[in-house]
């Protein structure tokens, strides 16, 4: 297929999305509370992970492949979900990828049941600080236990904020850095503008005033109060701390038409990473694929009001629950590029089209 070079401008939606560490040779930040762990299974389930993290439990889950482990990789879960919602990811991900595949749950978040009838528990909180620190916790654990020279991170929506930050909280080292690889998708990166989205649709959304609420709950107040708070835990922030983790390459891959993290922030994520000189690959997602499940667009709060059964033909925000909808079918592709030892030299864009296939350098 001919590729080319891409020219994008940045689009913006209003929406909402529904400390170095000590050196290598130090004990991992999380302990699990059984002796030992297995590092290879010949099963295709995943096992409960219990771990105490700052002398609090964390949970999660996690599977393994039947051989040694190739790398670790660390999946961040998005608002409203938990590591259950990616069991049948991780189960997948270590029988193909050959890899540990590792989920937290986020300290302190509000478990409840299943109440949308997909037969998986749902959450409330943002959690951004403590479930960073779970994740860091999970890929110390692994790589102490398993020897696993290399992890890679990826979060979803939410989980970006998590996995965005665990980045930056890692010990910084340009030899053996915690992880090698962040993958961004539709990812909530700038939590400020999350939250201002959030304030504004409050009033006439219950999905908008519950993030609202969590926010502000994880900041110890609203914006005017605690500003410094809201700017720590924003990744577009802490772009010199992810710097400094010795991190190998980023992929960032957005929805032009995302209805609940603008697109935006994924611009914004990626123009900063090539400012700071940091290798990255920039994947816009434009025209869905016929595959791809009803999702949540910018464009359908509006069109839908005009026809209450239009659907955008662009990429909104996927469920992270998916394995047909593009926007995870190409965070998985990556992903399976990044194990197999694939890093990115500098800085490219690619645009993906669900009707003709991706385009770039």
């Known amino acids: 297929m001919s590729r080319y070079r891409l020219a994008l401008a940045c689009a ?37 992970l219990n771990i105490k993290v700052d002398g609090e439990m964390a949970t999660g889950h996690y599977a393994l492949p039947e051989a040694a482990p190739k790398a670790t ?25 050959g890899v540990i595949a590792v989920g937290m749950d986020y300290r302190g978040i509000k478990i ?29 654990l692994f790589e102490h236990a398993c020897g696993t020279t290399r992890t890679i991170l990826m979060g979803v929506s939410m989980g970006a904020n998590m996995s965005g930050l665990a980045l930056a909280k890692a010990r910084p080292s340009t030899e053996n850095p915690l992880f090698d690889h962040w ?60 710097k400094a983790s010795g991190v190998k390459g980023v992929t960032v891959i957005h929805g032009l038409d995302d209805g609940l993290v603008p697109y935006n922030q994924g611009r914004e994520m990626s123009s900063l990473l ?44 996927a469920s992270e629950k998916s394995t047909t909808h593009i926007i995870m079918v190409t965070a998985f592709e990556r992903l399976a590029d990044v194990v197999g030892g694939y890093q990115p030299l500098l800085h490219s864009e690619y645009l993906v089209d669900g009707e003709l296939g991706t385009f770039g350098p």
């Open 12 to 48: 913006s939606a209003l929406a909402v999305a529904a400390s170095a560490l000590p050196a290598a040779a130090a004990p991992p930040l999380g302990e699990p509370t059984r002796a030992g762990i297995d590092c290879t299974d010949a099963s295709d389930g995943a096992e409960r």
């Open 73 to 97: 990789v660390v999946f961040g879960h998005g608002y409203g979900h938990t590591s259950y919602s990616w069991i049948h990811h991780m189960t997948r991900t270590a029988r193909e990828l």
């Open 112 to 140: 409840s049941p299943d109440s949308n009838s997909d037969g998986l528990p749902e959450s409330r909180g943002w959690n951004a600080m403590k479930g960073a620190e779970d994740l860091i916790a999970a890929a110390e």
């Open 183 to 242: 993958i961004d998708v539709e990812g909530a990166v700038n939590v400020i503008e999350t939250y201002a989205g959030a304030r504004a649709l409050a009033p006439f959304n219950k999905t908008a005033a519950n993030a609202k609420e969590d926010i502000e709950a994880e900041m110890g107040g609203p914006i005017e109060q605690r500003p410094e708070e809201y700017q720590r835990r924003a990744v577009v922030t802490r772009i010199d701390d992810i």
């Open 274 to 317: 090539l400012a700071a000189g940091i290798p990255s690959d920039m994947y816009t997602v434009g025209r869905r694929s016929p595959q791809s499940e009803q999702e949540t667009t910018a464009t359908g709060y509006v069109g839908q009001q005009l026809k209450p059964d239009y659907k955008s033909p662009l990429a909104g925000h």
